[in-house]
């Protein structure tokens, strides 16, 4: 029993260093500088470790993204207000938009890797999460309206291939202060 918690816990330790040191080499070289075996040696781990975790580079970058996934979710569900539970739905709604723009750029070359994967990449678990609670939020602000559409106009702008081929000529506060905008014409 002792070697299955041995093993349980040098596993988690592995995967903390791993991630740790992927997003150092994203942070200094870009998504193209993540190359497994650079990695492994940074984290200290053989590449095989990396393979059998992560099972490609692809599966690693959907680690790091996923690791910052769980830190935004959990904010906009059970964290303080305006983003969290309590505000009132057009500060959340604001919030919640403003604090997605920083989480993508946070990520954009990751992101934007992901999103590209496939036609309909974008469209999944996170998505269908922002699009739930957005959904939510404008029923809330504008009852009646058809808060399905609204929702996906309102996260369009944050698709992270639009949004890196904007931030080269606006910048990340216009981008906000027009999805602000959206929103003070939906509540009116």
């Keep these: 029993m002792g070697a299955v918690t041995r093993e349980r816990t040098d596993a988690a330790r592995n995967r903390a260093k791993i991630l740790a040191a992927a997003e150092g080499i994203v ?12 990695v492994a040696a940074a984290a200290g781990v053989g590449v095989g470790t990396l393979y059998r975790r992560f099972g ?25 207000p305006p983003l969290g539970p309590g505000a009132e739905p057009a500060a959340r709604a ?59 106009a309102l996260l369009a702008p944050l698709a992270a291939p639009l949004l890196a081929h904007r931030l080269g000529e606006t910048g990340i506060e216009r981008v906000k202060s027009a999805l602000d905008d959206l929103l003070d014409g939906l509540a009116g």
Excluded at 27 to 38: C, E, I
């Design 27 to 38: 942070a200094a070289h870009g998504v193209q500088g993540l190359q497994m075996a650079d």
């Design 56 to 80: 490609d580079r692809s599966g690693l970058a959907y680690a790091l993204i996923d690791r910052r996934e769980r830190e935004f979710q959990a904010a906009f569900i059970e964290g303080p």
């Design 94 to 152: 604001k919030a919640f938009l403003r604090a997605l723009a920083d989480r993508t750029v946070e990520q954009l070359d990751l992101l934007l890797m992901a999103e590209t994967a496939s036609p309909l990449a974008r469209f999944g678990g996170a998505y269908n999460a922002y699009h739930g609670h957005l959904s939510m939020l404008i029923g809330r602000l504008r009852p009646g309206a058809d808060a399905h559409c609204l929702a996906d």
